[in-house]
Nanobody, 124 residues
Framework: HVQPVESGGGSVQSGGSLRLSCAASRITYNSRMAWFRQAPGKQREGVAA???????IHADSVKGRFTISQDNAKNMMYLQMNSLKPEDTAMYYC???????????????????WGQGTQVTVSS
């Protein structure tokens, strides 16, 4: 059973850093994990994703600032967020796609397991 659990959110000033963690026991092959975020009144958007081979993809809005990574031995996934901006303020969710469906990584509907979310607030 895969049940992601996020941690590491908080409040920081613009330009600061946070590291989000996601604990999720999962099949260590043919799966994908991702970070999504949702701000009030906005749709949930994909931030970054990683497959078990280690291939990663990041949304254009966070490239160069955020980095997704994983530690399969510990069943952990991370999102290092640097140079945070007020527009990064949102609830951040960890999601797992098990098994891979072949769908577009940033489409929330392809992920079948979701965490409860962790709040990130960036003040100017």
């Amino acid at each position: 059973h895969v049940q992601p659990v996020e941690s590491g959110g908080g409040s920081v000033q613009s330009g600061g850093s946070l590291r989000l963690s996601c604990a999720a026991s999962r099949i260590t092959y043919n799966s994908r994990m991702a970070w999504f975020r949702q701000a009030p009144g906005k749709q949930r958007e994909g931030v970054a994703a990683i497959v078990t081979s280690g291939f990663t993809i990041h949304a254009d809005s966070v490239k160069g600032r955020f980095t997704i990574s994983q530690d399969n031995a510990k069943n952990m996934m991370y999102l290092q967020m640097n140079s945070l901006k007020p527009e990064d303020t949102a609830m951040y969710y960890c999601a797992a796609e098990v098994p891979l469906s072949g769908g577009w990584w940033a489409q929330p509907g392809i992920y079948n397991y979701w965490g409860q979310g962790t709040q990130v607030t960036v003040s100017s």
